[in-house]
T-cell receptor, first 113, second 115 residues
Framework: GQQLNQSPQSMFIQEGEDVSMNCTSSSIFNTWLWYKQDPGEGPVLLIALYKAGELTSNGRLTAQFGITRKDSFLNISASIPSDVGIYFC?????????????FGKGTKLSVKP | DTAVSQTPKYLVTQMGNDKSIKCEQNLGHDTMYWYKQDSKKFLKIMFSYNNKELIINETVPNRFSPKSPDKAHLNLHINSLELGDSAVYFCACKPYWGTNKETQYFGPGTRLLVL
């Protein structure tokens, strides 16, 4: 079945540093989504990508939909303490009739002030 | 107003009990889901409903029974709770049509602990 491989698993960075994480798949996705989960909360959508090659920004966040449609990356520039959380990539499961999401295993980000 | 709400936020109960979790969305979306997040934070689909009709039922024990009284609500009833049911359960919804029809919106989660 479809799987998403997300890396790195965790990151420990200094405030002000830039962060990059990515997601790859052996199969094609037509949509890539990036979510952030704060401790004790549900995943919140950060960026949605719908077209191969698309580069989209949301404040200090930038995400790209890979040309091959098998990968995506998320960059965070000038990290701040509130960026702490778990970042998930996700894509629709085309094997399911209603497109439930398949999630990567998450990248846990820790930011040291 | 909260787009997707769940109650309760925390649920601590004894093994063998029956419990329900409720979800409501005010986004007018047609499709609703239940996901389970394990202790390693892995999110996995359990059920999907579209317009009150069950569409997806992953390999979930039949002790779990979803019910959708109307398009805005999807509840999850769990019978004979087991220790392994301890997890965080998330409700989500998405529109059926439109350019963002793959984008799902999540509730805050229900943290279930079975003792």
């Amino acid at each position: 079945g479809q799987q998403l491989n997300q890396s790195p698993q965790s990151m420990f960075i200094q405030e002000g540093e830039d962060v990059s994480m990515n997601c790859t798949s052996s199969s094609i996705f037509n949509t890539w989504l990036w979510y952030k989960q704060d401790p004790g909360e549900g995943p919140v959508l950060l960026i949605a990508l719908y077209k191969a090659g698309e580069l989209t920004s949301n404040g200090r966040l930038t995400a790209q939909f890979g040309i091959t449609r098998k990968d995506s990356f998320l960059n965070i520039s000038a990290s701040i303490p509130s960026d702490v959380g778990i970042y998930f990539c996700a894509g629709p499961n085309y094997g399911g009739s209603q497109g439930n999401l398949i999630f990567g295993k998450g990248t846990k980000l820790s930011v040291k002030p | 107003d909260t787009a997707v709400s769940q109650t309760p936020k925390y649920l601590v109960t004894q093994m063998g009990n029956d419990k329900s979790i409720k979800c409501e969305q005010n986004l007018g979306h047609d499709t609703m889901y239940w996901y389970k997040q394990d202790s390693k934070k892995f999110l996995k689909i359990m059920f999907s409903y579209n317009n009150k009709e069950l569409i997806i039922n992953e390999t979930v024990p039949n002790r779990f029974s979803p019910k959708s009284p109307d398009k805005a609500h999807l509840n999850l009833h769990i019978n004979s709770l087991e220790l392994g049911d301890s997890a965080v359960y998330f409700c989500a919804c998405k529109p059926y049509w439109g350019t963002n029809k793959e984008t799902q919106y999540f509730g805050p989660g229900t943290r279930l602990l079975v003792l």
